[in-house]
C-alpha cells in the first residue's frame, strides 16, 4: 500500500494507509449529500447497497450516540453477522462507530465516514477504519477489503440514482 | 507512568505501560487459581467485587468466544453501564473480551486477563488493557482506573477468602 491516494476519476476507490493501523478509502458518488446520508443511514435503503445484492437483514439499527446495530448477510459462502455502536452521528456529514464481524469476534474496528458537498450535486465519502493493531489492519487488506466496498459502492451508485 | 514494574507485596497493583496505548496491571491474590478463575468468571461471584462495594446488576454475561456481557453499577455517583464481547475464553489462565463505558460509546479497550499459578497457593493476575490511542489510555489513566482497580481487587480478596 502507498501512503498517497491515487488520482481517481468519480467511479473510482482511492486506497490509502494514514498509518499502520489505518486504511482510508476515499470514493465520489454522484447525488447530493442529503441522499448520500440518508442511503447510509436509513435502513430500508442500507439493506439495499450494504450487503452488495446479498439478502441483508438488519437486526438492530439505532444511529444516534450509544446506540447499537447489528446486520446478518446472507452470501454464497454462508451466514454472515456484523455489528457495532454508534460514538457519533452527525447528519448530513460524519459518522464514528465500531464494526466487528462475529468471525472474529471482539476484533474492533473504528469506523469513521465523513460526507463532503462537492457543491456540483456530487458528495465525497471518506470512510477511515483505524484498528487496534497493524496485523489486524493487514490482515482486513489481505482479505479483499477494498474489493467489497467497491462492491457495495457501486451497489449504493444505483440506489442513490433510484432515489432520484 | 514508568516502563517499569515496581517490586510488590502480594497485596500490591504494579502498574506499568508495555507502550503509549498500553496498560499493565499484576496483582497476587492468596488463593488456587481455580478458585480466582471462579471469582472472575461466575457471575453470582463477580457481582460481589467487580462494583468495588457498589450494587452491581449483571444484565448479560457469556463467557464463551463471540459472547456478549453488559454490567450495570450503581454507584454514589449515578448508575454506569459497562458492556464487551469475549475474544478469548481458556479456563483458568486466559480472557480476553472488549471493555466499553456508556459515557463513552464506542472507545474500545482490548482488556487481556492472565492468571499465573505460582506453585504456593497464590496467583498472579496480569490485566492488560489494549486502547486505540495513546490519548484514550491516557485518559483512562487521569481518570483514577488504578485506584478503582485497586479497590474491586481488594473486594476480590475478601471473596477468595470467604469461598475457602
Known sequence: M????K????IDLAVSQPSDREIKMVRIFNAPRERVWRAMTEPALLAQWWGRGNKLVIEKYEP???GHWRFVEHADDGVHGFEGRFREVTPPSRCVQTFEWDGMP??????TAELED???GRTRLTSTSLFHTNEECDGMLNSGMTVGAGQSYAA???VLA???
Chains 1, 2 share one sequence.
Request: proline content about 8%; overall charge neutral.
Open 162 to 164: 433510484a432515489m432520484k
Open 156 to 158: 449504493l451508485d444505483k
Open 7 to 10: 488520482p481517481t476519476s468519480p
Open 64 to 66: 444516534v450516540r450509544g
Open 106 to 111: 471482539a476484533y474492533v474496528i473504528i469506523a
Open 118 to 120: 462537492l457543491g456540483d
Open 2 to 5: 502507498s501512503n498517497e491516494s
